[in-house]
């Protein structure tokens, strides 16, 4: 069971313009433009200009937050350690994939 990180009632559910991205994830303006331009959240502009954010990237930014409080890791460092988390994910999913086809042991 899952549950949602954010009511998005009053929106868009298909994307978010910038002020209600960051209303949804506790982040000021700027510090968003700047999670875009670092490639972190995935963005694009619109045809007037501003940006507009898929609902998945407030999980995204979630993400980022807790790894930047818990770890003290700056933003700049933060897309090495999140494609490193997500590379250990498929790793693990491929292990245990190989392990329920071929009836292998674990090694824990």
């Given amino acids: 069971m899952t549950y949602p990180?954010?009511?998005?009632?009053?929106?868009?559910?298909?994307?978010?313009?910038?002020?209600?991205?960051?209303?949804?994830?506790?982040?000021h303006p700027e510090l968003v433009r700047r999670l875009v331009a670092l490639g972190?959240?995935?963005?694009?502009?619109?045809?007037?200009?501003?940006?507009?954010f898929p609902t998945a990237q407030v999980v995204a930014?979630?993400?980022?937050?807790?790894l930047h409080a818990g770890l003290a890791v700056n933003y700049a460092s933060l897309g090495v350690v999140t494609d490193l988390l997500d590379r250990i994910a498929e790793l693990e999913a491929?292990?245990?994939?190989?392990?329920?086809?071929?009836?292998?042991?674990?090694?824990?």
């Fill in 61 to 66: 930014a979630g993400r980022l937050q807790r």
């Fill in 94 to 108: 491929a292990l245990r994939t190989r392990t329920r086809r071929t009836g292998d042991r674990s090694w824990t």
């Fill in 5 to 27: 990180l954010i009511r998005l009632a009053h929106v868009d559910i298909g994307h978010l313009d910038l002020e209600s991205f960051s209303q949804a994830t506790g982040l």
């Fill in 40 to 52: 972190l959240i995935d963005a694009w502009t619109d045809s007037s200009g501003g940006l507009r």
